[in-house]
């Protein structure tokens, strides 16, 4: 089974049914929406979260709380000799007026432990990034896989 990033890929974006129309603040050739990735608009998150790592993408969606859970729960799921990770989930306001407003230039809004960080950032490392409607963004960890952690701590 190979693991997706020893391959010689580059992050891509994979928006979610209600985040469809966020798409075009992300740079064009990053974009993959639901049609693209042939995931059915009555697709579940579980299904969504399987299929991004499929195709090695972060996904954005403003549906935070279920991704969350649904990605906490793929992440353990897989108890055996192989690395499910992930790469990151984008957390985004629903109104139109504050996306707008928020989600160009987001690239440059990235920090974790005060260090500005990149795309590239939260795609290798699995991080969540959320962006609330006040104009803060924040970003945080959302872990490795069972079978990494496994192997970190032996
Ligand atoms: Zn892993």
Redesign the pocket.
Known sequence: MEDGKTEMREYKFLFDNDSQAAAKFFPEKRVITLAQAKVSTAASDAEIVARARELGAIIVTANGEDYEKEIKRFLQKSQRND???LFGLVVIPNPAAIQERMLPGLGAKLRINEKAISWDDVWRENYLVRVHSDSTVDVRELG??F??KKLASE
């Open positions: 690395c499910y990770d490795r896989c079978y990494c």
